[in-house]
């Protein structure tokens, strides 16, 4: 870009920031580092935004009216997807926003866990592709609640501490480049001893474990070229410790499937559901796939959309059918959760901190 600029002397050029809501390298630690512990990183973040609320977070002039509408290419390899679902121009990236902000941002808190209803934005895809930023997010949410985010009730605030999430994980890129370059954020476990079983990755990616909150969500994930968060961190656990793959192939994955695919996010996800990465989720503690899906999915109804060959088996069983009559189509396990997951837990611990 600067080589650009220099280039083009009589050419005038505004920049604008609107892929995150506080540039990488603004917020940092008191000795000028970069954090790698999301609460302090949001505190920051915080009193940071507070203080220039009034000054560069103005998006009036050039928000709306005057960009002009775009279109999206398919960026993601999946042909038979029916991506209708997502915004494909920025007029209706706004339309979206709008509904969400109106209708559904107040039950945000309540609902954002459960895959079988609309509780989330499903703005992501609009967010990574720049069909919307992050800033006109957090502005729409202040025009609607009339106040400033630090000022948002619980279940508003909690939106947008997924936009704070999202700014870390950019933060991360940039204060920490290896990230960028396939290198896991904790050194020592780039020495654990992942099994990468092919026809356990080829189930995985099929959406054919046996698991059905893990296939429903790998389903979806061709499907629509989404994933519920909730069951991106199930899967994601699943392949890295019950199957214990690398997760650099499930990373690598979903950059190929999802619409909302970023490197930032995608790599922060991974590595936290691995335990490899900055903040990340303790090794020994461990998702039960069923109990997440009871829990998360108790009707039933989102592995029953995705895995339409289990709609024999009573509600209450659907998240381990294996307990009572299987399905012909439907495939047992591939693994045992409790041995594998001791199996993740011990590779875990012979690595050297
Ligand atoms: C293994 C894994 C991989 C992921 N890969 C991606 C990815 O490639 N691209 C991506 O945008 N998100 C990724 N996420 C984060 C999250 O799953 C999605 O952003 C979220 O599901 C998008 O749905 P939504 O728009 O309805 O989110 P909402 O709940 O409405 O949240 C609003 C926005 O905040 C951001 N956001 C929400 N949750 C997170 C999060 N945990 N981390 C960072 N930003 C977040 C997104 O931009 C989202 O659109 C990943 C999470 C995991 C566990």
Known sequence: DHQILERLPDVAVHTYIDRVLLQPGTVLTGDNRFYSVFSPFKRRWLSIYEEHATGPFDVNGHGRESVKPSTWDPICNCPDSDLSLFSTTEASAHESLDEFIAQRLTDYEANRNNPSVLGTSRLSGALARGLLSPRQCARAAEIKLNRP?????????????????????????????????????????????????????????????????????????????????????????????????????????????????????????????????????????????????????????????????????????????????????????????????????DAFKELKS
């Open 149 to 345: 985010i630090w000022e948002f009730p619980n279940h508003a605030f909690s939106w947008i501490n997924e936009l704070i999430w999202r700014d870390f994980y950019q933060h991360l890129l940039v204060g920490f480049p290896k990230l960028s370059k396939n290198k896991a954020f904790r050194p020592e476990t780039e020495s654990l001893r992942w099994r990468n079983d092919p026809s356990d990755i080829d189930a995985w990616k099929n959406g054919r474990t046996g698991i059905p909150i893990v296939d429903a969500g790998m389903r979806e994930l061709v499907a629509t070229g989404w994933m519920h968060n909730r069951v991106r961190m199930i899967v994601a656990q699943f392949l890295t410790k019950n199957l214990l793959c690398d997760w650099r192939i499930g990373e690598a994955h979903f950059m190929e499937y999802l619409v909302d695919s970023d490197l930032g996010s995608n790599n922060g996800g991974w590595q936290w559901s691995a335990s490899t990465g900055t903040d990340a989720a303790p090794y020994f503690r461990v998702f039960n796939p069923v109990s997440q899906g009871e829990t998360h999915d108790p009707n039933a109804d989102y592995v029953t959309q995705f895995i339409p060959e289990l709609a024999s088996v009573p509600v209450k069983r659907r998240h381990a059918p294996w307990t009572a009559t299987l399905p012909d189509q439907y495939p047992a396990p591939i693994v045992d959760l409790k041995s594998s997951r001791q199996r993740a837990i």
